[in-house]
């Protein structure tokens, strides 16, 4: 038995699943999971000494790649002062001033210590600021495991093929509203008839849960203008996006401002944190400012904190992004061909740095479409990649992502790695 084997054994007896989070446990893919040991730069290590490029990449965070050494000294400099003193520390202020340098619809922002409460929180206080309760998401759109909008979702709950889940009472799933994403007609349809009584819309302004899905361009600015029409609030869960496509996210790329953005991944540089940010109005009903109650003893801890600083910092002087989305387009288009030599019906999704690969021959542009992947393919490309040391996503229904180490001869080692895996399907 290989050592991740009997790792994984062993983390079978005392945590559920063997894992601190579902998509871990590589059962869509029918592979047993590889517990990791290091990461540097483009590459991940296994417990067994197997190298993989790693397109994984901690499901988004480390855009400048495992272990920078910019981001890994900020950690150690802070860790050596104190790892938590449940006071304003200077690392949470400058970042947030970074947070509010950068995107474009942040005049103040909380920090948190996940995506998933970054959503809550902003629901909470979007719900507080209409005193209305209902909420719009979008099928296989994931805003992390809040109640409120754990229905239809992607990443997880599509990769396992779950309706929902057990544990949301009826009355919470039908204060959501559930459209299908770049249907902007429905966004009309739904407001004409129940406008006044939402609260928010919450959307992926690129879906990265669903595999990557681009918007098209009249669908945000419809969601910009009916909730501005209606009296209700757009939040962009840019927790995949923010940091990732431009400094100032989606939102500065698509020239849209939602009134709230949720944050996570990037900002945090690889440690635990997440943010809500928006106009100076709406985060003033956040306590004690305002009446909308949100707390965490670890929130704005030192250490994440200057990992996310190091981070933000590291990109706004290296201003990375054109040569990553060139790299991107690059390496997408080659392993596409490399499928077509191979008479494999495929299509792939990429904006910017992430992307996904989708085998069907129809485009992509909606969760009924991402589903019409062959997913025992899928199973069979991520094995097979794997043992040609390539890491990907262990999930149809999620994006793959490069960071500024993956460099030309990195990526080349890439490429040959699914040749082979290609071949062997
Ligand atoms: N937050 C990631 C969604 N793309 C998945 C990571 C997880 O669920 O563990």
Known sequence: MTQSGRIFERALRVLPGGVNSPVRAFKAVKTSPIVAKRGFGPYLEDADGNRYVDFLMSWGPLILGHSHPRVVSAVKEAA????????????????????VAAVP??????????????????????????????LVK???????????VLVSAGSGVATFGLPGTPGIPEEVARLTFVLPYNDAEAVRNLFAQRGEEIAAVIVEPVAGNMGVVPPE??????????????????IFDEVITGFRLSLGGAQEVFGIEPDLTTL????????PVGAYAGRRELMERIAPEGDVYQAGTLSGNPVAMA?????????????????????TASFVRELSNLLTERGIAHTYNRVGSMFTVFFTDRPV???????TSDLELFARFFGALLKNGVLIPPSQF??????????????EEALEGIKRAIGEL
Not at 314 to 320: D, S, W
């Open 80 to 99: 050596e002062k104190g790892l938590s003193f449940g006071l304003t520390n200077p690392y949470e202020v400058e970042l947030a001033e970074e947070v």
């Open 105 to 134: 619809s942040a005049q103040k922002v909380r920090f948190v210590n996940s995506g998933t409460e970054a959503v809550m929180s902003a629901l909470r206080l979007a719900r507080a600021a209409t005193g209305r309760k209902y």
């Open 138 to 148: 979008f099928a296989g759109c994931y805003h992390g495991h809040y109640d409120a």
């Open 217 to 234: 361009e009249e669908f945000l600015k419809t969601l910009r203008e009916e909730t501005k029409k209606h009296g209700a609030l757009l």
């Open 264 to 271: 996570g991944k990037v900002v945090g540089g690889g440690m």
């Open 307 to 327: 990992a996310g600083l190091a981070t933000l910092r590291e990109l706004k002087e290296k201003n990375p992004y054109r040569e990553l989305e060139e790299k």
């Open 365 to 371: 542009r909606n969760y009924d479409d991402a589903q």
């Open 398 to 411: 999620e994006a793959w992502f490069l960071s500024t180490a993956h460099d030309e001869k990195v990526l």
